[in-house]
């Protein structure tokens, strides 16, 4: 499993602890920014975790923002990314379960260290069900599909 994380300023901190808590369980992974506490666009660094998974070269991601809100809301115009934005392990487990999230979006001023630590090893380790879920999912890949053609012009 290959996972990419980034973050703007607001979520840098917590960026960090999570990308030293990957390394510390052996994960791989990849750090697309920031690297400092300067302030930037969160689209931006949104973007790169979004197209990183979207293209199939990561499974999973990882982006944190100041409310983990904004990174959502970025990653999910993305075609193929299904992001979750959860502060609490029953929702980070379920979507992966239940929704097939492939991200993970997390606010630094909202959750505390410890608590996004779990949040991020129940998400990490959630195993998506399929079976009745999958025609859900489909339906969602049809959404995209629908405003791409438009998009497209077909
Ligand atoms: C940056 O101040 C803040 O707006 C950003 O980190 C995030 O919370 C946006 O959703």
Same mark, same amino acid.
């Given at each position: 499993m290959k996972i990419a994380i980034a973050s703007d300023h607001g979520g840098y901190t917590l960026k960090n602890y999570l990308a030293d808590h990957l390394k510390e369980q052996g994960y791989t992974f990849h750090d697309f920014g920031v690297? =400092? #506490?300067? =302030?930037? #666009?969160?689209p931006d660094f949104a973007l790169r975790v979004a197209e990183a998974v979207s293209s199939g070269e990561y499974t999973l991601g990882i982006i944190c923002c100041g409310t983990g809100i904004g990174v959502s809301i970025v990653a999910n115009k993305v075609p193929g990314v299904r992001a979750a934005h959860c502060h609490d392990t029953f929702s980070a487990r379920m979507g992966r379960e239940h929704n097939d999230a492939n991200i993970l979006t997390l606010g630094e001023r909202v959750i505390g260290r410890g608590l996004a630590v779990e949040v991020v090893d129940a998400f990490l380790k959630g195993k998506y069900a399929g079976g009745r879920h999958a025609c859900r999912i489909d339906k969602i890949a049809e959404i995209e599909a629908k405003y791409l053609r438009q998009v497209e012009g077909r």
């Open positions: 690297f =400092s #506490d300067e =302030s930037v #666009d969160y």
